[in-house]
């Protein structure tokens, strides 16, 4: 509608002629003299006849064309049967993951406990998550996330002699997982 109005107003500001004759864009013609034929008056005894339409429309009339142009760049709508059909398409999409992830969560899930210490990564960091498969592998199940995990800081022997210094290479961190949920 925006650009219809916008169309409409350059229309309206430029200025349509309303009845025939040369338009201001039109240069005016050179006429010659020519003689004028006397054509022979109507009689006048009856209502008068309806004059032709001129070729030049009014301002309406171009409006309703500028209209109807600006309604075909518009995008069409949808019918209400296209609409619904899109709707119930969307909601068998939604129930159908929804369904996947019910469907997930029910598997049978179990709780395992024990005391199995976190492998170091690559990056220098616990991997928890591989002492939970595990910890829930050797109760009979596929895979584990850790639930519960413990750390202990393990340090060498020499701490523990008499007037040395502690450095940074004698203790180090170990994670266990003690609780882990299994599937």
């Known amino acids: 509608m925006a650009?219809?109005?916008l169309v409409w107003m350059t229309a309206v500001s430029t200025g349509w002629p309303q009845a025939g004759g040369p338009s201001p864009?039109?240069?005016?013609?050179?006429?010659?003299?020519?003689?004028?034929?006397?054509q022979p008056a109507a009689p006048s005894n009856g209502p008068a006849a309806p004059t032709a339409p001129s070729d030049n429309p009014g301002l309406i009339d171009e409006m309703g064309k500028v209209l109807e142009k600006s309604l075909s760049i518009l995008p069409t709508l949808k019918g209400t049967s296209e609409t619904l059909d899109d709707l119930n398409a969307r909601a068998k999409d939604a129930a159908k993951g929804a369904g996947?992830?019910?469907?997930?969560l029910a598997k049978p899930a179990s709780m395992a406990t024990g005391r199995l210490i976190c492998p170091v990564s690559a990056n220098g960091a616990s991997d928890?998550?591989?002492?939970?498969d595990k910890l829930c592998q050797s109760k009979g199940f596929?895979?584990?996330?850790s639930?519960?995990?413990d750390s202990v800081e393990a340090c060498s022997a020499k701490v523990l002699i008499p007037g040395r210094t502690r450095k940074?290479?004698?203790?180090?961190?170990?994670n266990f997982v003690t609780r882990a949920l299994c599937q």
């Open 142 to 145: 596929k895979e584990g996330k």
């Open 25 to 38: 864009a039109q240069a005016p013609e050179q006429t010659t003299p020519q003689q004028v034929t006397p």
């Open 168 to 174: 940074p290479g004698d203790c180090r961190t170990d």
């Open 100 to 104: 996947e992830t019910l469907s997930r």
């Open 3 to 5: 650009v219809a109005t």
């Open 147 to 149: 639930l519960t995990t």
């Open 128 to 132: 928890c998550k591989a002492a939970a």
